[in-house]
């Protein structure tokens, strides 16, 4: 090790607590620290964020961190506070402060002691912020959730299109992009959109090995299916993804009917409900939470152990990352998918309202899920393909772990086979 090398090290330990970093980590916070453009791809859990608060704390002046949600801001501004005795060191700055806390912010910015400040993209574009960031040192910017810059991600976010324009005001300053749903063509999209096509690129790989792959047919007797699969599965915990809110009430219906203990969650329940339905599944007093896709963000459940899809996800992003929530310990996770084509003829009917381009992404997503769901090869394979990444079917890690390998004669034969 060199002297950098062990001088990170000793940040790490004394900042986080950890004695070695996780993945690609290092070659980041290395890259950052060259004050760099760098863009990192890396699964959920791959632990992102360390990738930028580390060098943030270790650096002069203030880096900005934007990303989508209050909550997580939140989130990670108290955890960054509990690493240090000044509160002053991370700060949130939207439009809920009050005159007295912003003057506080820009106070703590001003002399130094802010080493993060976080930022919804919104509150970026007003004048007002942008103007008092001009006249501070700004060590980077990193933006969390960078997909969010693409149409042909999961989560288009506009306001994360003026990024670009903005920090162009702010002067010379290094841009961190991040993300963890990178397909090649969001990938390209991030760069071009925040013009930094000379950035370090670092990619993990997105392969799940403890993750089992399953897709089966639809039928008629899909809920007496499910039920026979959860009761192979007693006592443990999963979550079954359907489309509709209608489909989930029901669904959770028919499992409590049949002794299985489970709640819905969609975002058509009250918050209070919602809270309760998650806290429930969270500390097992549930096994299983029937939801629609409003379930998940930010639900760390090490132990989830079966992902159900009732209907076929609209696009391989939103499938790997809803799968993405099993198996989290490293333990077995099983990814279920029912397919028909008469669901993808009802997805292709809800987007037709929509703007002819937003169509043509959606199609084309679609598409990918439908290859996906008929392929008879390696579904790992599949997947890790549709994400840029070679796997050898043969001898990679988890190669074994899905049913077209394991039974390389049963095709799916879906269209045939569909029942309304
Ligand atoms: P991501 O944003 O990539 O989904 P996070 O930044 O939320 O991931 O990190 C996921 C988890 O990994 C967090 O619990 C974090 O504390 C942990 N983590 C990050 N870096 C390390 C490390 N070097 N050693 C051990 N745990 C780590
Ligand atoms: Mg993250």
């Not at 270790?58 to 960054?80: C, H, R, W, Y």
């Not at 963890?180 to 670092?202: G, R, Y």
């Not at 999963?238 to 959770?252: F, P, T």
Request: with cysteine; proline share 3%; glycine share 6%.
């Amino acid at each position: 090790m060199n002297s950098n090398e062990i001088e990170i090290h000793k940040e790490l330990k004394k900042y986080f607590g950890f004695s070695q970093f996780k993945g690609l980590q290092e070659q980041v916070i290395t890259s950052i620290l060259g004050k760099t453009n760098t863009f990192v791809i890396m699964p959920t859990g791959g632990g992102k964020s360390l990738c930028y608060q580390l060098p943030a704390l270790i650096q002069e002046g203030t880096a900005i961190v934007v990303s989508p949600l209050i909550a997580l801001m939140k989130n990670q501004v108290d955890a960054i506070r509990s690493l240090s005795s000044e509160n002053g060191i991370a700060h949130v700055l939207n439009s809920s402060l009050t005159k007295t806390e912003i003057a506080q912010v820009k106070k703590d910015i001003t002399s130094g002691l802010t080493k993060l400040l976080y930022v919804a993209p919104e509150s970026l574009t007003k004048e007002e912020y942008v103007a008092f960031l001009q006249s501070v040192p700004i060590s980077f910017v990193a933006i969390d959730e960078a997909h969010c810059i693409s149409e042909w991600g999961h989560d288009f976010r506009p306001e994360y299109r003026n990024l670009r324009h903005i920090i162009k005001q702010l002067g010379k300053v290094p841009i961190i992009g991040l993300t963890a749903t990178a397909t090649p063509k969001v990938q390209e999209d991030i760069l071009k959109n925040l013009d930094m096509s000379d950035a370090n690129t670092f990619k993990a790989s997105f392969n799940r090995p403890n993750l089992y792959y399953e897709v089966r047919t639809k039928t008629k007797n899909i809920e007496s299916d499910i039920i026979r699969f959860i009761k192979q599965h007693k006592g443990k915990s999963g979550i079954i993804y359907c489309l509709s809110r209608k489909k989930v009430e029901s669904i959770a219906e028919v499992l409590q009917v049949n002794g299985i203990s489970a709640v819905p969650y969609h975002a058509g329940l009250d918050a209070k409900t919602r809270a309760k339905h998650q806290d429930m599944f969270l500390m097992e007093d549930v096994d299983v939470v029937v939801a629609t896709i409003a379930f998940g963000m930010g639900i760390d459940k090490p132990d989830v152990r079966f992902v159900i899809h009732h209907d076929i996800p609209k696009s391989l992003e939103s499938y790997y990352q809803e799968t993405g929530r099993a198996g989290r310990d490293g333990g077995e996770g099983h990814c279920l998918a029912y397919y028909s084509y008469k669901d993808v003829e009802k997805l292709e009917k809800f987007m037709s309202g929509k703007p002819v381009a937003e169509q043509e992404i959606g199609f084309a997503l679609l598409q990918e899920v439908v290859a996906y769901a008929e392929t008879s090869m390696s579904r790992r394979k599949f997947l890790l393909h549709y994400f840029g990444e070679e796997f050898d079917s043969e001898t990679g890690e988890g190669a074994d772990m899905d049913d077209n390998v394991r039974n390389p004669k049963n095709k799916i034969e879906a269209k045939e086979q569909v029942v309304k």
